[in-house]
């Protein structure tokens, strides 16, 4: 599949109403975990990448590996493990049978990558995505090779068991646009889910739960278009900037947000008002994004993790401190 071209692309509406269908075709093997789904939109329509959280069993592998079988995009999976080596995602040199080296593409090079339990892999390999994540490169031998676009990475991790993990740096955690923290379903969802299970269903077949592709590369892509016009009034980029400075004056914080955090934000709020239908961007919608946005940007004082301060509720202070504009 080569990537579209501006020609090809079809119009906002249609691109929306694809990317609208994308929910309901997930929703048939993932029950509840919207935001979750919300989130990767908005991150394929910013070009930018998703860190899922969550305990085992909450459907991480299973949102990402679904949401790839609605789009029409290539897609790859990489189980990150301790001896997993940077030429392992990124690709290396290969000797062939004639003795000259070839370089052999690795499985970054695809629309999605789902990098399944990222933290279960040390540092070095880790850092192999930030090339990739940041700039859609990958650089090697002396030769720098474009991805395909769109470009996504999904990765998951697990935050209960620490043993034989790798806490990702701050570097790579602000390569994600986003972090979505996927919780436990309430009761009746885990109902739901038990009644699928009992009626047959199986996680590891999407195909046979009547999952169907209903996007593409280019409904994305024309979609990226229509964000880029979606407008921003003063009013609102003065709020965005008025709650990055006041995460930066918090006591509990010892890195607050930055400007790239503050203009992640701006992004995802201007994808948000997109898919919702409106061409200008509301302070409702910063306060929408902003926890998925900039909590993994923040950095707590020692004296308050131990006094059992989280960033979220830092956020939430900060969010609440600030006038909202109207």
């Not at 994308?22 to 998703?50: F, M």
């Not at 933290?119 to 995505?129: D, E, I, V, W, Y």
């Not at 009746?188 to 009644?195: A, H, P, S």
Request: hydrophobic share 45%.
């Amino acid at each position: 599949m080569t990537d579209p071209t501006p020609t090809d692309l079809p119009t906002a509406e249609q691109a929306r109403a694809r990317l609208g269908a994308v929910r309901e075709e997930v929703a048939k093997t993932v029950v509840g975990q919207d935001a979750a789904v919300s989130g990767l939109l908005v991150a394929l329509l910013c070009g930018g990448h998703v860190l899922l959280e969550g305990v085992p069993g909450t459907a991480k592998t299973l949102l990402v590996r679904t949401l790839a079988a609605t789009l029409d995009v290539r897609t790859r999976r990489v189980q990150f493990t301790p001896d997993l080596m940077p030429g392992d995602i990124t690709g290396s040199l290969v000797v062939e049978r004639g003795g000259d080296l070839t370089f052999r593409e690795g499985p970054v090079f695809t629309n999605l990558l789902l990098a399944d339990e990222i933290n279960r892999t040390p540092p070095k390999t880790q850092s192999a995505l930030l090339e990739a994540m940041e700039e859609g490169q990958v650089s090697a031998d002396g030769e720098t090779r474009s991805l395909p676009r769109p470009f996504l990475v999904a990765a998951t991790q697990n935050p209960v068991e620490q043993e034989g993990t790798y806490p990702l740096p701050e570097a790579q955690l602000d390569r994600f646009l986003l972090k979505v923290v996927l919780p436990v379903p309430p009761r009746e969802d885990e109902v739901e889910v038990l009644r699928r299970h009992a009626a047959g269903f199986d996680p590891h077949d999407v195909g046979a739960a009547g999952v169907r592709t209903v996007a593409g590369a280019a409904d994305v892509l024309a979609g990226r278009r229509a964000v880029a016009g979606v407008e921003v009034s003063p009013e609102v980029l003065g709020y965005l900037v008025d709650v990055a400075r006041a995460t930066r004056t918090s006591p509990s914080l010892s890195l607050g947000v930055s400007p790239r955090g503050t203009t992640a934000l701006l992004h995802a709020a201007r994808a948000w008002a997109w898919l919702t239908g409106r061409e200008f961007v509301t302070p409702d919608d910063v306060q929408a994004l902003a926890h998925a946005t900039l909590v993994h940007r923040l950095a707590l004082r020692p004296e308050a993790e131990i006094e059992g301060v989280d960033a979220a509720g830092v956020l939430s202070a900060a969010l609440a401190s600030v006038p909202v504009p109207r």
